[in-house]
């Protein structure tokens, strides 16, 4: 009898050792989740702090030169594609 009485304390305490690591499973799958969100934050709290940047300074700092112009290149490719939209569009 002592040997089903252990083996029921060692299956409870397997079950108890599984549910605290589904806890934590959890938990940290929470964790990840509001570390991506914060990441998210983060880019969005940076591209303003760019934009404003960019707005309050039109002509590139020294060192900034090259981003500037790959923002200008950036710029220039969305303008042509919107005018083909545009003119794909009028097409119809």
Not at 22 to 47: M, T
Not at 55 to 64: L, N, Q
């Amino acid at each position: 009898m002592a040997e089903w009485k252990d083996l029921g304390n060692k299956a409870k305490n397997l079950t108890l050792a599984g549910l605290g690591k589904a806890r934590d499973l959890g938990e940290s799958a929470k964790l990840n989740l509001n570390n991506v969100s914060e990441e998210e934050n983060k880019k969005r709290v940076y591209v303003a702090i760019a934009k404003r940047f960019v707005e309050e300074h039109p002509e590139p700092p020294a060192g900034y030169e090259d981003l500037y112009a790959a923002l200008r290149e950036a710029e220039s490719r969305i303008e042509a594609n919107n005018l083909r939209l545009k003119q794909l569009k009028d097409e119809d």
